[in-house]
Structure formats: structure tokens, C-alpha cells
């Protein structure tokens, strides 16, 4: 779950259009019910995506409240299970956003997916409805509209308001306040089911990522009878979504940064930062002041503190790239060329604009600036690192009423739920928040397990060997467990060996 793409080195290009986007009220119906399969018709993908990968085009309803309101061609694609005689059923799967797509995930699981589970599962990706072949929504952002990250301050916060204000007219001036509300985690539950439906299958298994975990979660809520085998990977706390699960980036950042202190002070010989963590949180926020003053240049860009400060939030849950972090800002801070950090890469119109269509139309949020406006006042002295971000306002702010009142998950669904300690986009917190909500789960957290996402990452084989288990015998541990992290240098050498799986 995030406005920026992690690991942009693995982002592809967005894929064409494999079918029609919005059909009017005339279009194909939608599939059958539960329990009567639509024939698919699987063919060859757009040239964009990985070989080896079949394609096919589920039509279901824009509004499932109004079934003449038009319909969705939604985007999917398969790698069928390597051993017929074995096959299960189908693993649908979710990397994240909301806002991101999909269809290319099964090359990517193909991969990190032992013999044992490949043979048992067709392993279905899917453009959620919105985005990449699925009806996308294009708003017209422009550059600023796009870059999701504002710090505040009281003089910029007129802009910021006026900003975050013009991507919600924009997209409601475009689509419609109606339209817009249909592109919702609710639907998207739905046509998963219909998915379902459409591959002829009485119950589906599910890998959901971050925004993906609370996709999952919803469809345990709505359709609980139909759950296989659930693996919910790096958690969204369903109790808090939206407007917590960013606030929370805030305090989060501060707990990392006290420990990324004390482990840098421990290796003082290594970095030069300072003995003590007091020395070297000192030797960070002068950086952060001298640059405020007067922007510090990586390559040939100039960046104010606040820029510096939102740069390191993510690093600093990694602790050795923090302290490289850090060093370079120092030497860059003291007049020494130092080379240009890659970009942030700045998620197209469609992501964003589906980002904020979904995350705005699922729950409620405060309608008054006003509120935003005193939250992030507060986040910015209690979290200084980055609580003047994470507390801003957003242009759900000025969104258009909800479709539907947002999902109360609470039942007793199975499901895996798997963990880093140290996630800067989804804190253990919502972890353990999600394992409330789902009282038949449970949950595999990575002691002192770094970054955004377990399965498929190279983090933990213990994780995933858990994981592989419960998807080939159905049999959850007995109790939440935890495991160690695979070595740091184990880590860097199996990044080596492929393409981790992309959190999105």
C-alpha cells in the first residue's frame, strides 16, 4: 500500500487494453452464478507482458446494485498447474496498491513457488476493476497532483488543500460522483467471486499484498464460504483503514529511526556517525537543518531538508542502507560530490487516480480541512521525521459520498498471515490489528524481518516454508509463530538469482 512504487527497477510497462473498458448497458451479461462455469476464452497476452503467460477477458457488472448501469471487462491471466493430476484449484493473487496492476504476478510466483505448489495451482493474475485492462480511470493529473508526498507547514498548507481539491474535481468532473463510487475494495471483492465463478471453480485460494491483504480480508467478510487457502502478506489493519494506516507512517518512522540510532552507534567505526544514538540522531538532524537552510546537492539536485527527511523514512527501516544513507548525505553535506539518488518513482494517472477512488470510497473521512489541518500540526511535533507527511491532507477531503459504508471484518475465516517486523508501508501493528479482525488466522511475523513483503523476497525461508506448507496440506500452525530472517549476505546473493517478487 503506497502513492510511490518500491523497487522500481522491477516496474514494467503498463499493458495494453486486452478488452473494452466501460460496455454500456447493452454489453455481454455477466457470468453465470455461483456454481455455472462461463466458458472462457484463453489466448495469447499483449506483447507487454512476459511470455507463457494466457489471457481472457470476465465481464461483470459496473454497479452490482444496478445491473443496467453497464459492465467491466476485467483483465486475467493464467499459468495453468504444472501436474493436471495434482491441480487444486486456482491461487488468485494481488500485489498491492490499491491502484496497481496485476496480470504479470503469475510470472513472478511462478518463480518463488516451490515444485510442490505450482503443480497444484493455475495461478491467476488480475488487473483489478480501474486499472491497467480493467476500465482503467484516468483522471489528467499533472506532475504535482501526481507526487503524493506534501510536507506541511502553515504557509504551504493553502497550496496543499488547493491541490489535493483539484485531483478530486478532476476525477469527479471527468467520471461522475456515481461512476466513481463503484471503484471500491467492495466490488472488487465482488468480481474476484466472479472470477471465481468464471473459472468454474466452487471456492479460490488467494496471495494478496499489502493493499492486497485487505482485499483479501474483505472477501473473507463477504464471501466466507468460498475462501481456500488465504496468505495475506505485509497487513493492512482493516480497523484502520485509510486515514490511520498513513498517519501511522509517522509514528512508525520514529521508532525505526531510534533503532536504526542505536545500531549505527554500535558500528561507529564503520560509519563515523557517532558513539552513542544521541550522536548520531544529532549528526542526522543537523543534515536535515543545514539543508533547510541551504539544499544539499546529490548529483546535480538540490534537496531541502524536508525533501531529505521523506527520502530517509523508508531507509532507515533497513539498517545497513540507512547508515549508507546517512553517510552519503554527510559527505554531501560537507561539499563532496556525491552521485544522484534513482528518481521516486511517481506512479502514472491511472494508479494514482485509482489509488485515491478506492482508498477515498471505501471508508469515511473528515470532510473539513480544518481537521487536517490541526492533525498534521500535531503529527509534525510529535513524529518529526516525517508526521508532517504522513498528517496532511488528501483529496479524500473533498470525495464524493460513498457507495457503501465501509467492511466491519471480524469472523473466523482461515488464514495465513504473514509479516515483517520492520515494514515501512505496513507496520506490524496493522498485523497484529488484522489477526484481531480474523480470529481463524494466523500470523507469522519475521523477528527483526526488513522491508515490504515476505513471500517470494528472499526475507525468510521459515516464512515461506510455512507458507508453502499451508497451501499444499491446508494445515495452519497451531499457534502465530515466529521466524528468523535469512542472513544479510544470503539475502543480497539470492536477489542475485532472480527477480523478487514486486510489492506494488
Not at 82 to 109: E, F, H
Not at 242 to 255: D, N
Not at 404 to 422: D, F, H, K, S, Y
Request: with cysteine; net charge positive.
Amino acid at each position: 500500500m503506497q502513492v510511490r512504487r518500491l523497487a522500481t527497477a522491477l516496474v514494467v510497462s503498463m499493458i495494453a487494453t486486452l478488452a473494452p473498458a466501460l460496455g454500456g448497458p447493452s454489453a455481454a451479461a455477466a457470468p453465470a452464478a455461483d456454481g455455472q462455469e462461463r466458458k472462457l476464452s484463453w489466448k495469447g497476452c499483449a506483447p507487454e507482458l512476459p511470455a507463457g503467460l494466457e489471457c481472457a477477458t470476465v465481464t461483470v457488472p459496473q454497479d452490482y446494485r444496478n445491473p443496467g448501469a453497464g459492465t467491466i471487462g476485467m483483465a486475467i491471466s493464467r499459468l495453468a498447474a504444472t501436474d493436471p493430476a495434482k491441480r487444486r484449484g486456482a491461487l488468485l493473487i494481488n500485489p498491492g496498491g490499491p491502484g496497481a496492476w496485476g496480470l504479470d504476478m503469475p510470472v513472478y510466483l511462478q518463480e518463488a513457488f516451490p515444485a510442490s505448489v505450482r503443480e497444484r495451482y493455475d495461478l491467476i493474475g488480475f488487473d483489478p476493476r480501474g486499472v491497467g485492462s480493467s476500465a482503467p480511470i484516468t483522471c489528467g493529473l499533472s506532475p504535482e497532483e501526481l507526487d503524493g508526498e506534501r510536507a506541511w507547514t502553515p504557509a504551504a498548507f493553502p497550496r496543499h488543500t488547493a491541490v489535493t481539491r483539484s485531483i478530486a474535481d478532476k476525477c469527479r468532473d471527468k467520471y461522475g460522483e456515481e461512476t466513481l463510487s463503484r471503484f471500491n475494495t467492495r466490488n472488487t471483492a465482488r468480481d474476484m467471486d466472479r472470477i471465481r465463478a468464471a473459472l468454474g471453480e466452487r471456492k479460490i485460494s488467494f496471495l494478496g499484498y499489502s493493499y492486497g491483504t485487505y482485499l483479501g480480508a474483505v472477501y473473507t467478510q463477504m464471501f466466507p464460504r468460498r475462501v481456500d487457502r488465504f496468505i495475506l502478506d505485509s497487513a493492512i489493519d482493516p480497523a484502520t483503514a485509510w486515514r490511520h494506516s498513513f498517519r501511522v507512517w509517522g509514528s512508525e518512522a520514529e521508532r525505526a529511526f531510534k533503532r536504526w540510532t542505536e545500531w549505527t552507534a554500535a558500528r561507529s567505526a564503520s560509519y563515523g556517525l557517532g558513539d552513542t544514538p544521541a550522536e548520531v540522531s544529532r549528526t542526522f538532524w543537523d543534515i536535515i537543518a543545514r539543508a533547510d537552510r541551504e539544499p544539499i546537492r546529490l548529483g546535480d539536485t538540490p534537496f531541502s531538508g524536508a525533501q531529505l527527511r521523506a527520502m530517509t523514512r523508508t531507509r532507515i527501516f533497513k539498517l545497513r542502507s540507512g547508515a549508507e544513507w546517512v553517510v552519503e548525505l554527510k559527505r554531501a553535506a560537507a561539499g563532496e560530490t556525491v552521485p544522484a539518488p534513482l528518481p521516486p518513482y511517481l506512479w502514472d494517472d491511472n494508479a494514482t487516480a485509482m489509488f485515491w477512488t478506492v482508498v477515498c470510497g471505501d471508508t469515511a473521512w473528515s470532510r473539513n480541512p480544518e481537521t487536517y489541518r490541526r492533525e498534521a500540526a500535531r503529527d509534525a511535533v510529535r513524529h518529526p521525521l516525517y508526521g508532517d507527511y504522513s498528517g496532511n491532507i488528501a483529496p479524500c477531503a473533498f470525495w464524493g459520498e460513498n457507495a457503501e459504508p465501509a467492511t466491519r471484518v471480524a469472523n473466523g475465516v482461515p488464514a495465513l498471515i504473514l509479516q515483517n517486523e520492520w515494514d515501512s508501508q505496513t507496520p506490524l501493528s496493522n498485523a497484529r490489528g488484522l489477526r484481531r479482525a480474523l480470529d481463524g488466522s494466523r500470523l507469522v511475523t519475521v523477528d527483526e524481518g526488513e522491508g515490504h513483503g515476505v513471500y517470494g523476497t528472499f526475507v525468510s525461508d521459515c516464512a515461506e516454508r510455512i507458507a508453502n506448507t499451508y497451501l499444499v496440506t491446508g494445515v495452519l500452525p497451531a499457534g502465530d509463530r515466529v521466524c528468523e530472517p535469512n542472513p544479510a549476505a544470503a539475502q543480497r546473493a539470492r536477489a542475485g538469482s532472480r527477480v523478487p517478487v514486486p510489492i506494488r
